[in-house]
């Protein structure tokens, strides 16, 4: 619930009180909404939108490096079981070179970035792109899908700040 002084001066509102005197009134009005939304546009302007995993509307992207149906379908698989697990997943299916699939995830601020190809699908890990300003460490060895899904999931739920791979 709030007072408001401005609006009833805006639209010059009055009233005639039981003197006959007229007299602005103050408005009450319930912004169920506005506390929320200037919240979030502070921590909006304060992170400069990369927020954590746990706040990130897409926690991991995956990109494909082609459009074969193989490739598609073990795609499609990775992101059954990311899902599975809880993650917010997008998947690049474009048919962009994997460099700009690359650089529209990291426009778009997703904290993790896995490219899923031939080489991933025979041996079942992956390299994880970590977004910088969450990265613990520079290098980053391969892992198992599984076990690089899991670890996100965990750092959702957790709410950690800083990658943990």
Known sequence: MQLDFVQPER???EYTAEDGAS???VMVHCALLGSIERFMSVYIEHTAGRFPV???P???RL???NQESETIDFVAKVMAEAKSL???VGVDNSNESVGKKIRSAEIWKVPYTIVLGEKEMVSGEVTPRVRGDMEAQKAHEPLRISEFLKTVSHEAKSRVTKSSL
């Open 11 to 13: 639209f010059e509102l």
């Open 23 to 25: 007299h602005r009134p």
């Open 54 to 56: 746990w706040v990130a």
């Open 58 to 60: 897409e926690q991991v």
């Open 63 to 65: 990109i494909s490096v």
């Open 86 to 88: 809880g993650l917010r």
